[in-house]
């Protein structure tokens, strides 16, 4: 339980500083034990900048006191000294970087209360310590310079009978006239990875789901827009795919893929609930812009590095989804916000065309920067002849605010340092504009550290809020030219492999859909692809090239399974016999399909074989869904024997269809007769039949020529013996 707080004498506090070697002269890491059982901070300055008064105003510290130990640390005193007068950006920067107790010399003691707590183990407290400001001596500080003050704070503590102290030190700017104010713009991120590829209602995963629900990261970070005060000015960054996805989800109609088939997705009341409150801090925060990236946020430089293109538009339906989901809200679509805030002249050139008129950019991607820093807008004129306006963040103020909102830094407590630097750019060169982002894939652990540094930046006695929008068309802010935008600047790429995926895809794409019979067929297959596409280019991949390279995958796979399942089915046996020279081929195609496709199947020989002479000529077929038809195809032999042949089925644009190499070897064997061939077997015939007329010629000629018979003998005349004796 916090004791009430006891008065420092002033003399105790001068000899605590000026107690030698121990203190004074060195750095807190080496006054401190190597293991300090305590840390201290100070984690709020209110005012962050004091008001212009002689009447003396209350300032308040408040320090956090962590124990690290498993035992409790009393805290005895906690005292402060204002530090010497900061009067430029390298002694600001040098502070900041190596702190050091204040000179013993120039020391200013505070007659300020302090805290005699403890500290319960394992657990940390808020202390406060109450001084006064004014710009005459007082018994508090005297703000008598313009400059930063630095505050030096010393907590004596006692922990396991050791007695010991910490240090820290805080920044507040000191003003001893009114200031001009600077005008500030913030751009605040409601940005995720896209979540879906094809289709609408199909997510990739269910994790949005949480990202929005209480304690998830955007809704911690809408927390934010609704918990700054509504007469504070913000440009809120969103992407329309975004918000169609939870419009999607807050329908009750949507599912996710897990590795056992699709599932209900769970996210719809939390989506709805989101989307209810993104529409009430738009109704309650009048001042606040709300802005669209072109469709999935793409990596537009990188794209426009690798020669491909983005589109910003939505398809109707989406279009009306994302309308309905904002309440009849139209977002503007003004202001660009690339990822890496740089971009080469060509990427400028796109957004332009697009309808981009102010691009945010860092200083580091300009060359010919100028110092001091001039204000933000620069205007520019794009390669294409168009004029627009650069916003230009600083890289020292982005990196700060960066280390705030880290939810693994120290938050609030290099606010006062944020502050310190942009109060002491007004006091040096007077009030500027200025434009802060955070990073565009921030978290925040705590929503009340973002917002404490929004409004310490945007409503102070050095600085005013405005949008980035009615900054371009504020008169009053001066333009500056802060040179051209750098070509060897080292910008975040999408993966080689993956462009070459999603080059491929939207190459192949035109040719693929022409062999659907109606069109209206082609027109429904292609319609979600363009868009898949694009949330495979999307900025929030740029440093998860692994899941990138998943979805451009899959978009390949969809196109060849689609290509393969068109192909020539290869005979049984593998080979045809043709008897005649002109001759059609029987070719089996099948379509896997449920849809009408028109085909061309073209036969060539391979390697140039002599045996078939027909030209490169694909025949056109149209192809019932699901079926499997034997077309024929015109074949000109010029040989008999075998013939090796290729088909091939194509797209009526030519995209080869089938799997793998696309080509499917025939063999035919021709028994077909050639025109020597028919010569040879006309002479043949006619000589047979020659061969067969002088045949029957000689048989007659040898029947005439043959000898009569012979005539038969006559008859003996009879004789007796009797006549003789």
């Given at each position: 339980?916090?004791?009430?707080?006891?008065r420092?004498?002033?003399?105790?506090?001068?000899?605590?500083?000026?107690?030698?070697?121990?203190?004074?002269?060195?750095?807190?890491?080496?006054?401190?034990?190597?293991a300090?059982?305590?840390?201290?901070?100070?984690?709020?300055?209110?005012?962050?900048?004091?008001?212009?008064?002689?009447?003396?105003?209350?300032?308040?510290?408040?320090?956090?006191?962590?124990?690290h130990?498993?035992?409790?640390?009393?805290?005895?005193?906690?005292?402060?000294?204002?530090?010497?007068?900061?009067?430029?950006?390298?002694?600001?920067?040098?502070?900041?970087?190596?702190?050091?107790?204040?000179?013993?010399?120039?020391?200013?003691?505070?007659?300020?209360?302090?805290?005699?707590?403890?500290?319960?183990?394992?657990?940390?407290?808020?202390?406060?310590?109450?001084?006064?400001?004014?710009?005459?001596?007082?018994?508090?500080?005297?703000?008598?310079?313009d400059?930063?003050?630095?505050?030096?704070?010393?907590?004596?503590?006692?922990?396991?009978?050791?007695?010991?102290?910490?240090?820290?030190?805080?920044?507040?700017?000191?003003?001893?006239?009114?200031?001009?104010?600077?005008?500030?713009?913030?751009?605040?991120?409601?940005?995720?990875?896209?979540?879906?590829l094809?289709?609408?209602?199909?997510f990739?995963?269910d994790?949005?789901?949480?990202?929005?629900?209480?304690?998830?990261?955007?809704?911690?970070?809408?927390?934010?827009?609704?918990?700054?005060?509504?007469?504070?000015?913000?440009?809120?960054?969103?992407?329309?795919?975004?918000i169609?996805?939870?419009?999607?989800?807050?329908?009750?109609?949507?599912?996710?893929?897990?590795?056992?088939?699709?599932?209900?997705?769970?996210?719809?009341?939390?989506?709805?609930?989101?989307?209810?409150?993104?529409?009430?801090?738009?109704?309650?925060?009048?001042?606040?812009?709300?802005?669209?990236?072109?469709?999935?946020d793409?990596?537009?430089?990188?794209?426009?590095?690798?020669?491909?293109?983005?589109?910003?538009?939505?398809?109707?339906?989406?279009?009306?989804?994302v309308?309905?989901?904002?309440?009849?809200?139209?977002?503007?679509?003004?202001?660009?916000?690339?990822?890496?805030?740089?971009?080469?002249?060509?990427?400028?050139?796109?957004?332009?065309?697009?309808?981009?008129?102010?691009v945010?950019?860092?200083?580091?991607?300009?060359t010919?920067?100028?110092?001091?820093?001039?204000?933000?807008?620069?205007p520019?004129?794009?390669?294409?002849?168009?004029?627009?306006?650069?916003?230009v963040?600083?890289?020292d103020?982005?990196?700060?605010?960066?280390?705030?909102?880290?939810?693994?830094?120290?938050?609030l407590?290099?606010?006062?340092?944020?502050?310190?630097?942009?109060a002491?750019?007004?006091?040096?060169?007077?009030?500027?504009?200025?434009?802060?982002?955070?990073?565009?894939?921030?978290?925040?652990?705590?929503?009340?550290?973002?917002?404490?540094?929004?409004?310490?930046?945007?409503?102070?006695?050095?600085?005013?809020?405005?949008?980035?929008?009615?900054?371009?068309?504020?008169?009053?802010?001066a333009?500056?030219?802060?040179?051209?935008?750098?070509?060897?600047?080292?910008?975040?790429q999408?993966?080689?492999?993956?462009?070459?995926?999603?080059?491929?895809?939207?190459?192949?794409?035109?040719?693929?859909?022409?062999?659907?019979?109606?069109?209206?067929?082609?027109?429904?297959?292609?319609?979600?692809?363009?868009?898949?596409?694009?949330?495979?280019?999307?900025?929030?991949?740029?440093?998860?090239?692994?899941?990138?390279?998943?979805?451009?995958?899959?978009?390949?796979?969809?196109?060849?399974?689609?290509?393969?399942?068109v192909?020539?089915?290869?005979?049984?046996?593998g080979?045809?016999?043709?008897?005649?020279?002109?001759?059609?081929?029987?070719?089996?195609?099948?379509?896997?399909?449920?849809?009408?496709?028109?085909?061309q199947?073209?036969?060539?020989?391979?390697?140039?074989?002599?045996?078939l002479?027909?030209?490169?000529?694909?025949?056109?077929f149209?192809?019932?869904?699901?079926?499997?038809?034997?077309?024929?195809?015109?074949?000109?032999?010029?040989?008999?024997?075998?013939?090796?042949?290729?088909?091939?089925?194509?797209?009526?644009?030519?995209?080869?269809?089938?799997?793998?190499k696309?080509?499917?070897?025939?063999?035919?064997?021709?028994?077909?007769?050639?025109?020597?061939?028919?010569?040879?077997?006309?002479?043949?015939a006619?000589?047979l039949?020659?061969?067969?007329?002088?045949?029957?010629?000689?048989?007659?000629?040898?029947?005439?020529?043959?000898?009569?018979?012979?005539?038969?003998?006559?008859?003996?005349?009879?004789?007796?013996?009797?006549?003789?004796?």
């Open positions: 339980m916090r004791k009430p707080f006891s420092v004498a002033v003399p105790l506090l001068v000899a605590a500083l000026t107690a030698g070697p121990a203190l004074i002269g060195t750095t807190p890491a080496q006054a401190q034990p190597a300090p059982p305590l840390s201290m901070s100070v984690i709020d300055v209110s005012p962050n900048t004091p008001d212009v008064t002689t009447k003396p105003r209350p300032l308040t510290f408040t320090i956090q006191l962590v124990n130990t498993a035992a409790p640390v009393h805290i005895s005193t906690i005292s402060v000294a204002r530090g010497d007068p900061i009067g430029s950006t390298d002694a600001l920067n040098s502070a900041i970087s190596k702190p050091t107790a204040p000179s013993s010399q120039l020391v200013s003691p505070l007659s300020a209360t302090a805290d005699d707590v403890t500290v319960p183990a394992k657990n940390s407290i808020d202390a406060t310590i109450k001084t006064t400001t004014a710009t005459v001596a007082h018994d508090g500080v005297c703000l008598c310079h400059a930063i003050y630095p505050f030096w704070f010393i907590g004596s503590y006692t922990a396991d009978g050791t007695s010991g102290e910490i240090t820290t030190q805080t920044f507040v700017p000191s003003f001893t006239k009114s200031p001009g104010k600077s005008k500030v713009s913030w751009l605040w991120p409601l940005l995720d990875r896209p979540h879906r094809l289709r609408s209602e199909v990739l995963d994790v949005l789901a949480g990202e929005v629900s209480p304690g998830g990261r955007l809704y911690r970070l809408l927390q934010v827009v609704q918990q700054v005060s509504a007469d504070v000015p913000m440009t809120v960054v969103t992407d329309p795919d975004l169609d996805e939870l419009a999607v989800m807050a329908g009750g109609h949507y599912f996710v893929n897990t590795p056992h088939g699709k599932v209900p997705g769970t996210g719809s009341a939390a989506a709805r609930q989101w989307l209810a409150t993104l529409r009430h801090v738009l109704r309650d925060h009048p001042l606040v812009r709300l802005v669209f990236t072109p469709f999935a793409p990596a537009v430089d990188s794209l426009t590095r690798a020669g491909m293109s983005w589109s910003v538009g939505l398809d109707p339906q989406a279009r009306q989804r309308t309905d989901a904002l309440g009849g809200r139209t977002p503007l679509s003004d202001v660009a916000w690339p990822a890496g805030r740089s971009l080469s002249p060509g990427t400028l050139s796109q957004l332009v065309l697009q309808g981009a008129n102010t945010v950019v860092g200083d580091s991607a300009l010919g920067e100028v110092s001091p820093a001039p204000n933000a807008l620069a520019v004129t794009t390669t294409a002849g168009s004029p627009a306006t650069l916003a963040t600083s890289t103020i982005q990196r700060s605010v960066a280390q705030i909102l880290d939810p693994s830094g120290d938050g407590t290099l606010l006062p340092e944020l502050v310190a630097r942009l002491l750019r007004n006091m040096l060169d007077g009030p500027r504009y200025l434009v802060i982002t955070p990073p565009r894939e921030l978290d925040v652990a705590d929503p009340a550290v973002a917002v404490r540094t929004i409004e310490a930046t945007a409503h102070s006695t050095w600085s005013s809020p405005i949008t980035v929008e009615d900054a371009v068309t504020d008169e009053s802010i333009r500056a030219a802060r040179g051209r935008l750098s070509t060897t600047v080292r910008r975040p999408l993966g080689p492999h993956l462009l070459a995926d999603l080059r491929a895809v939207s190459g192949e794409l035109p040719l693929l859909i022409t062999f659907f019979h109606d069109s209206a067929v082609g027109t429904h297959f292609a319609a979600p692809v363009p868009a898949a596409v694009q949330r495979a280019e999307s900025s929030s991949l740029l440093g998860d090239h692994a899941r990138a390279s998943t979805m451009g995958e899959r978009l390949v796979q969809m196109i060849n399974r689609t290509r393969g399942a192909y020539i089915q290869r005979p049984t046996n080979t045809y016999t043709l008897t005649s020279k002109d001759s059609l081929l029987p070719i089996t195609v099948v379509n896997r399909l449920g849809a009408e496709i028109d085909v199947v073209s036969i060539d020989a391979t390697d140039g074989d002599a045996g002479s027909n030209p490169n000529t694909d025949y056109p149209t192809i019932k869904p699901n079926s499997k038809v034997q077309v024929h195809v015109p074949l000109h032999l010029t040989r008999v024997g075998r013939i090796q042949l290729i088909a091939r089925v194509r797209t009526p644009a030519g995209l080869p269809l089938g799997y793998g696309r080509e499917t070897p025939l063999s035919v064997r021709s028994t077909a007769i050639g025109t020597i061939g028919v010569i040879i077997t006309i002479l043949a006619i000589a039949v020659l061969a067969v007329i002088l045949r029957q010629v000689r048989r007659i000629r040898r029947r005439n020529h043959t000898a009569p018979p012979e005539e038969p003998m006559p008859p003996v005349a009879a004789t007796t013996a009797s006549g003789v004796q």
